[in-house]
């Protein structure tokens, strides 16, 4: 049986890295940046020197590459050093172009415009989004279909004035949308999430796994699961009522409440936000509903070094020992919440996936 080898490419700054004694890449949809962790082997001064000198410090730009002899490396990471250790070994630790947002404050992008005296640039919250993703050098990646709907509607207690953009966003993401730069690229989106996120960066494919026989047919059809410990299911039914009721301080309209469900236990939410109606008090109520009531999975599953899965795709895993989880199918059918990659010469070529609900329950 041939063996694989793993390959990577490494470029801090101008400088081409060729030995590594450990990388790690952490790919999260529940992350504004993505990280990097890095750490080299003991350098001779020399080597330490050019590595400098060739822009491997504070600031300086990260590119990361993983995968196969015999294929070429497929980039996994991009973004920019924001830690060095002093000493050697030599450990770095960088974020992805996310992190543009903290060197950029709301505050002067708010003085500038000269809106409203709440700090809130919009009625929407993706309004504010893109204006925060555009002023830090970043484009905005925001579902068109939902700008202007319901859960776009700014509740007035968010003040966005006196923050850097990503202490804005992180205020944003209460909402409950999505927000992460798109892997290896500039691009932030902003907006709902599974299957919505999915739609949008174009995944048009499926990863299939198993945790036994990868055969279907006599052929091979699954990747194997290498770590098949950890998974978690949770059934849902968590409320069994939800009140919602919203407000307009601002202009004191008349507060309205919608509910959805009939059972026990009841929970209520309150929202402050502009020209509240009995239909969008319902709907929100209905939303936080099954989002509360989905049935959960949490944990992960490790397989071999996978260069080119992404968090917010799909994969099905197949369970023979749990059919009852299938439902119809034969696959049980996730979306991916975090992917991390470990590559060294100690691990070889790792990934781990985060996965989070069946797709079909979102």
């Given at each position: 049986m041939p063996v694989l080898i793993p390959q990577f490419k490494l470029k801090l700054g101008r400088c081409n890295v060729r030995a590594v004694a450990n990388i790690r890449v952490t790919l999260s949809r529940n992350l504004l940046c993505d990280v990097a962790e890095i750490e080299l082997p003991l350098l001779r001064e020399t080597d330490l020197s050019k590595l400098k000198e060739g822009g491997a410090a504070i600031d300086g730009e990260v590119e990361i590459s993983l995968g196969w002899e015999g294929t070429e490396p497929e980039p996994v990471f991009t973004g920019m050093i924001v830690e060095v250790s002093p000493e050697q070994p030599l450990k770095i630790k960088a974020e992805d172009f996310g992190c543009l947002l903290k060197q950029t404050r709301f505050k002067e992008l708010f003085e500038e415009k000269n809106i409203g005296p709440r700090g809130n640039p919009a009625s929407w919250y993706s309004e504010i989004a893109a204006y925060a993703i555009a002023k830090a050098g970043l484009t905005p990646v925001i579902p068109e279909l939902y700008v202007g709907t319901e859960s776009d509607d700014v509740d007035k207690s968010v003040t966005v004035d006196r923050q850097t953009c990503m202490q804005v966003m992180e205020k944003l993401r209460e909402n409950g949308w999505d927000s992460f730069v798109i892997p290896c690229t500039k691009e932030f989106y902003y907006g709902?999430?599974?299957?919505?996120?999915?739609?949008?960066?174009?995944?048009?494919?499926?990863?299939?796994?198993?945790?036994?026989?990868?055969?279907?047919?006599?052929?091979?059809?699954?990747?194997?699961?290498?770590?098949?410990?950890?998974?978690?299911?949770?059934?849902?039914?968590?409320?069994?009522?939800?009140?919602?009721?919203?407000?307009?301080?601002?202009?004191?309209?008349?507060?309205?409440?919608?509910?959805?469900?009939?059972?026990?236990?009841?929970?209520?939410?309150?929202?402050?936000?502009?020209?509240?109606?009995?239909?969008?008090?319902?709907?929100?109520?209905?939303?936080?509903?099954?989002?509360?009531?989905?049935?959960?999975?949490?944990?992960?599953?490790?397989?071999?070094?996978?260069?080119?899965?992404?968090?917010?795709?799909?994969?099905?895993?197949?369970?023979?020992?749990?059919?009852?989880?299938?439902?119809?199918?034969?696959?049980?059918?996730?979306?991916?919440?975090?992917?991390?990659?470990?590559?060294?010469?100690?691990?070889?070529?790792?990934?781990?996936?985060?996965?989070?609900?069946?797709?079909?329950?979102?």
């Open positions: 709902p999430d599974h299957p919505w996120a999915y739609e949008v960066l174009k995944q048009d494919r499926v990863f299939r796994f198993s945790f036994g026989d990868l055969r279907v047919g006599g052929e091979i059809q699954y990747a194997p699961i290498i770590e098949p410990d950890g998974l978690k299911f949770t059934p849902g039914a968590k409320i069994g009522k939800v009140i919602v009721h919203l407000t307009d301080s601002e202009f004191t309209k008349k507060a309205v409440s919608g509910s959805y469900g009939d059972g026990e236990p009841v929970k209520e939410f309150n929202f402050d936000v502009s020209d509240p109606t009995k239909e969008k008090a319902e709907t929100r109520a209905r939303n936080l509903y099954f989002k509360h009531n989905t049935p959960s999975v949490e944990g992960a599953v490790k397989i071999f070094g996978n260069q080119f899965i992404k968090h917010s795709e799909r994969v099905t895993i197949r369970d023979p020992d749990h059919p009852e989880r299938c439902g119809k199918g034969k696959d049980l059918s996730f979306i991916i919440d975090e992917v991390i990659h470990e590559f060294g010469p100690s691990v070889g070529f790792k990934t781990s996936l985060t996965l989070c609900e069946k797709q079909e329950s979102r």
